[in-house]
């Protein structure tokens, strides 16, 4: 079973995507590809496009399915499921200096285990190429491999996720901004305690149709499918990453793994909103701005986090108190049954 050149984590060939980190692959020999590819460059393999509704093959010029009539493209916008052109992982891409593969001669970057072409292993710290059972890297001194401490499985030491128990390597200090390696306890570089969390990654389901990836994602509780860009999943309410497929907390607008920015999102009605609101814009469900969580009209304090909240006279916005019948600055009524 080879191994994702992104992530590290094992993949089966004939699959398209990394299960783990999202990454488009070659389903012939495990290349790394860009979500608009129809050749492998390294393997020069070839693939059919595929209607993302019937699985019926397509060519790149068909704007409808010839087998089940879905459309592709139309002018009054995409159809069910929705057509998204989704972002590349983001991973660290600073460059060393300008380095190359030495096998193939392709620009490599920080943070990348391994050549995205051919896949010759780098440090992932500094992006120096090194042997293939080599332990350490020759120019920092860095182990190139670790032990996940919640499952034991050896891993590259830049993965961000064991795709064995689901475990989170935090990848960056979030108290000095440090890039972090491998499993630390602490930072090196500040001393303060680093966090890994256990999280589950959705399936992603994705067909490329013409120039456009059309990918939606499993939801990991009930089974559905959907966008998670669009919000929550509409059976359950579960919110995932739009670009790595992580379960998110509620309250998260910023994914762990990949720090990809989606929002918070309303958790009655699942619509995105700005952090810090009130309410939601698009139900009007009022909610705690430290947190996310819904509140009631008249609570001063949030259930979930603690939060001391402030009400305010929906006429002129001025604070009134929970007991409050008027408000004491414009004199509109609050009482429901005056």
Same mark, same amino acid.
């Not at 979500?35 to 509704?53: H, N």
């Not at 009605?269 to 009209?297: F, K, R, S, Y």
């Given at each position: ?217 499993? /939801?990991?509780? =009930? +089974? $559905?499918?959907?966008? !998670?860009?669009?919000?929550? @999943? &509409?059976? *359950? %309410?579960?919110?995932? #990453? ?23 999102? /309303?958790?009655? =009605? +699942? $619509?995105?909103?700005? !952090?810090?609101?009130?309410? @939601? &814009?698009? *139900? %009007?469900?009022?909610? #705690? ?23 305010? /006279?929906?006429? =002129?916005?001025?604070?009134?108190? !929970?007991?409050?019948?008027? @408000? &004491?600055? *414009? %004199? ?7």
């Amino acid at each position: 079973m080879p191994d994702c050149l992104r992530c590290g984590g094992p993949i089966e060939l004939e699959t398209d995507l990394c299960p783990h980190c999202g990454a488009d692959l070659c389903p012939a020999c495990g290349a790394l590809v860009g979500p608009d590819d129809t050749a492998c460059p390294v393997c020069g393999e070839t693939w059919t496009l595929a209607c993302p509704r019937c699985d019926g093959e397509v060519t790149p010029t068909d704007a409808v399915c010839p087998h089940c009539g879905f459309v592709f493209e139309s002018d009054s916008g995409p159809q069910e499921p929705e057509d998204e052109i989704w972002p590349e992982p983001a991973l660290e891409r600073e460059q060393p200096g300008g380095p190359t593969c030495p096998r193939c001669g392709t620009r490599v970057y920080l943070g990348d285990p391994a050549c995205a072409t051919c896949g010759h292993p780098l440090c992932p710290r500094c992006g120096t190429a090194v042997d293939e059972d080599a332990e350490r890297c020759p120019h920092c001194s860095l182990e190139l491999t670790f032990t996940c401490p919640s499952c034991s499985m050896e891993l590259l030491s830049g993965a961000e996720v064991c795709p064995d128990c689901g475990l989170i390597f935090a990848r960056r200090c979030p108290t000095c901004g440090e890039s972090l390696f491998r499993a630390p306890d602490r930072c090196p570089n500040c001393s303060q305690p680093v966090t890994h969390q256990e999280r589950t990654t959705a399936r992603s389901i994705s067909r490329r149709v013409g120039t456009v990836l059309v990918r939606w994602a499993v /939801c990991p509780v =009930c +089974g $559905a499918r959907f966008l !998670p860009s669009k919000g929550p @999943c &509409p059976t *359950c %309410g579960t919110r995932l #990453c739009p670009q790595c497929s992580l379960m998110l907390l509620p309250e998260e607008s910023t994914c762990p793994r990949c720090e990809f920015e989606s929002g918070a999102a /309303c958790p009655i =009605c +699942g $619509a995105g909103m700005t !952090p810090g609101a009130p309410e @939601c &814009p698009a *139900c %009007g469900q009022p909610l #705690c701005p430290d947190c996310g969580a819904t509140v009631g009209e008249d609570d001063t304090t949030c259930a979930n986090c603690g939060a001391e909240l402030m009400l305010v /006279c929906s006429e =002129c916005s001025g604070e009134v108190g !929970p007991g409050d019948t008027a @408000c &004491p600055h *414009c %004199g509109a009524s609050f009482d429901t049954n005056a």
